[in-house]
């Protein structure tokens, strides 16, 4: 069955970096979407980041944009979510998703498969 792993959080400074690692197994190969979510204390989960196997189009939340990027290791079934410049307001736990054809975007709803999540605290 697919089963996703997330792994990477801590506890960080204002402007510091940080990457998140997603790790798959399970799925079938014409998996499409692979993602990242995040959902703050009182606030509904929300679409970060996603991409399209093998390398199609990345979109980025507006809140994000310029500061994370997400990567894909096809070969190892994996990826990842560079955070740069982080701030106070992306404290949140942060969760990869996966899902097969059509791509599901950034719509958390979308996804079927999700891994456990991992904390990510930015400290002021």
């Known amino acids: 069955q697919e089963h996703l792993v997330e792994s990477g959080g801590g506890s960080v400074e204002i402007g510091q970096s940080l990457t998140l690692s997603c790790a798959a197994s399970g799925f079938a190969s014409h998996r499409s979407s692979m993602g990242w979510f995040r959902q703050a204390l009182g606030k509904a989960r929300e679409g970060v980041a996603a991409i399209s196997a093998p390398d199609g189009p990345e979109y980025y939340a507006n809140a994000v944009k310029g500061r994370f990027t997400i990567s894909l290791d096809n070969a190892n079934n994996m990826w990842y979510l560079h955070m740069n410049d982080l701030r106070p307001q992306d404290t949140a736990i942060y969760y990869c998703?996966?899902?097969?054809?059509?791509?599901?975007?950034?719509?958390?709803?979308?996804?079927?498969?999700w891994g456990q999540g991992t904390v990510v605290t930015v400290n002021s």
């Open positions: 998703a996966a899902d097969y054809p059509p791509f599901r975007g950034l719509g958390p709803r979308e996804y079927q498969y």
